[in-house]
């Protein structure tokens, strides 16, 4: 093994257990400062360990300069401690290989601390290759003291000259690209933990959205009842409070997923589906009564039973037939079907309204996608999600200008 092999090998030794702190970085969901900086502190032991440990007696020159690179890389990252600790090894590690010299070597790491002191008071330690040269000069100068003085004379001093101008040039090379490729990599990470902290926000803001836009649809039930309401009828009376006391439930409900702060939770029981769109479609007749559009429901005649989550279900057949009635001019037609078909229930909602063109109908179920004004692109999202959740599918099928139908699959009970 040469000595360029050598240095090639040392390489390793630094950069291993540096990427695999890097790597720690990436995937660990810590985030204690604490923590994270005394991972730092055994990687870069970890460094200096393995350089010392598997050195090269033949060609130790190459050592005694690469030694100091996890030092450097200490300073830079302000672990002045560590970088002391480190320098401790260091100076065992010279004595051993020189066998003395103390003094020099002492006085050595004792200016690299005076530096990284002069440069945190004057707060320029971020200036990471200004601060890297400077070491780098010294270092140079109390090397070639220390090999000029363990040579016996000047003359062997300056034949092995030109083997130490490649060590050093080399050492150069290697320490810049080390601190580079470091920096890099930690450039790297933080662009991914910006990514990380983006993706939540965009998560915290998608259930703010999501949230409100489906505690619109029971207020706007409710809005819409209360206009329609008249104190001096009491058959209104009567029928009015219970659906908006249900409506006012289910914003409850609603709210209570902006308090988790988390993934829908889907609560199944055995319901009676036919049964729920039946409710659903009647507590919407009146709204579309006074749009002028003319509801057609046909209902299979029958129980129909399905493990599913009442309230979860009810929110996004309200969505579905809500979206029908605002794609629906006046004097339109929607109407309501359920069927049996192969173990499944089906649903069809079906409206000749607006439609939609094949762009939209392909980013359709895309979060915050939306054509309308004032929409959040959530509904039909949160829809797909709770439908799924149910191991059942929704199909849209729409053609611009002739209307959209919409097609919901779920599973059967098995004791239906």
Same mark, same amino acid.
């Given at each position: 093994? *040469?000595?360029?092999?050598?240095?090639?090998?040392?390489?390793?030794?630094?950069?291993?257990?540096?990427?695999?702190?890097? /790597?720690?970085?990436?995937? @660990?969901?810590?985030?204690?400062?604490?923590?994270?900086?005394?991972?730092?502190?055994?990687?870069?032991?970890?460094?200096?360990?393995?350089?010392?440990?598997? !050195?090269?007696?033949?060609?130790?020159?190459?050592?005694?300069?690469?030694?100091?690179?996890?030092?450097?890389?200490?300073?830079?990252?302000?672990?002045?401690?560590?970088?002391?600790?480190?320098?401790?090894?260091?100076?065992?590690?010279?004595?051993?290989? =020189?066998?003395?010299?103390?003094?020099? =070597?002492?006085? &050595?790491?004792?200016?690299?601390?005076?530096?990284?002191?002069?440069?945190?008071?004057?707060?320029?330690?971020?200036?990471?290759?200004?601060?890297?040269?400077?070491?780098?000069?010294? %270092?140079?100068?109390?090397?070639? $003291?220390?090999?000029?003085?363990? !040579?016996?004379?000047?003359?062997?001093?300056?034949? @092995?000259?030109?083997?130490?101008? $490649?060590?050093?040039?080399? /050492?150069?090379?290697?320490?810049? /690209?080390?601190?580079?490729? =470091?920096? #890099?990599?930690? &450039? +790297?990470?933080?662009?991914?933990?910006?990514? %990380?902290?983006?993706?939540?926000?965009?998560?915290?803001?998608?259930?703010?959205?999501?949230?409100?836009?489906?505690?619109?649809?029971?207020?706007?039930?409710?809005?819409?009842?209360?206009?329609?309401?008249? #104190?001096?009828?009491?058959?209104?009376?009567?029928?009015?409070?219970?659906?908006?006391?249900?409506?006012?439930?289910?914003?409850?409900?609603?709210?209570?997923?902006?308090?988790?702060?988390?993934?829908?939770?889907?609560?199944?029981? &055995?319901?009676?589906?036919?049964?729920?769109?039946?409710?659903?479609? @009647? *507590?919407?007749?009146?709204?579309?009564?006074? %749009?002028?559009?003319?509801?057609?429901?046909?209902?299979?005649?029958?129980?129909?039973?399905?493990?599913?989550?009442?309230?979860?279900?009810?929110?996004?057949?309200?969505?579905? +037939?809500?979206?029908?009635? #605002?794609?629906?001019?006046?004097?339109?037609?929607?109407?309501? $079907?359920?069927?049996?078909?192969?173990?499944?229930?089906?649903?069809?909602?079906?409206?000749?309204?607006?439609?939609?063109?094949?762009?939209?109908?392909?980013?359709?179920?895309?979060?915050?996608?939306?054509?309308?004004?004032?929409?959040?692109?959530?509904?039909?999202?949160?829809?797909? &999600?709770?439908? #799924?959740?149910?191991?059942?599918?929704?199909?849209?099928?729409?053609?611009?200008? %002739?209307? !959209?139908?919409? !097609?919901?699959?779920?599973?059967?009970?098995?004791?239906?």
């Amino acid at each position: 093994m *040469n000595w360029f092999e050598t240095m090639i090998l040392h390489m390793i030794y630094i950069l291993f257990p540096l990427l695999v702190y890097l /790597f720690y970085l990436t995937y @660990s969901k810590n985030t204690n400062k604490k923590i994270n900086n005394l991972f730092l502190d055994l990687t870069l032991l970890s460094s200096e360990y393995l350089c010392l440990k598997y !050195t090269n007696n033949y060609f130790f020159k190459t050592t005694i300069l690469i030694v100091n690179i996890p030092i450097i890389i200490s300073y830079t990252r302000k672990r002045g401690i560590t970088a002391l600790i480190i320098s401790a090894l260091a100076i065992v590690y010279y004595m051993n290989m =020189f066998g003395g010299y103390l003094y020099i =070597f002492i006085i &050595e790491y004792l200016i690299y601390f005076v530096l990284y002191l002069y440069f945190m008071c004057k707060k320029n330690l971020k200036n990471y290759y200004l601060f890297v040269s400077q070491m780098l000069m010294i %270092k140079t100068l109390f090397f070639l $003291i220390v090999i000029f003085l363990k !040579t016996n004379n000047n003359y062997e001093f300056f034949i @092995s000259f030109k083997l130490l101008f $490649i060590l050093l040039i080399m /050492f150069y090379v290697l320490t810049y /690209f080390i601190v580079m490729l =470091f920096n #890099e990599f930690e &450039e +790297i990470l933080r662009y991914h933990l910006s990514y %990380k902290e983006l993706e939540q926000d965009k998560q915290i803001r998608g259930s703010l959205f999501r949230i409100t836009h489906e505690i619109k649809n029971p207020i706007a039930v409710c809005k819409g009842y209360l206009d329609m309401y008249d #104190e001096n009828n009491i058959d209104k009376y009567k029928k009015y409070i219970p659906i908006m006391k249900k409506e006012i439930d289910h914003t409850l409900v609603l709210l209570q997923d902006f308090l988790c702060m988390n993934n829908i939770i889907i609560e199944k029981e &055995e319901i009676d589906i036919n049964m729920l769109i039946d409710d659903v479609s @009647s *507590n919407l007749k009146g709204l579309m009564k006074k %749009k002028g559009i003319e509801c057609i429901v046909d209902l299979v005649d029958d129980d129909i039973y399905i493990n599913g989550d009442y309230n979860r279900l009810t929110q996004v057949i309200i969505n579905l +037939i809500k979206n029908s009635i #605002e794609a629906t001019s006046i004097d339109g037609t929607i109407s309501i $079907i359920t069927t049996v078909d192969n173990n499944n229930f089906k649903l069809v909602i079906n409206d000749n309204g607006e439609g939609m063109n094949s762009d939209v109908l392909a980013h359709i179920r895309e979060p915050f996608y939306t054509t309308k004004v004032n929409g959040t692109g959530l509904g039909v999202s949160l829809s797909y &999600e709770i439908v #799924e959740a149910h191991d059942g599918k929704l199909i849209y099928d729409s053609i611009l200008g %002739k209307g !959209t139908t919409v !097609t919901m699959l779920l599973p059967l009970s098995k004791m239906a």
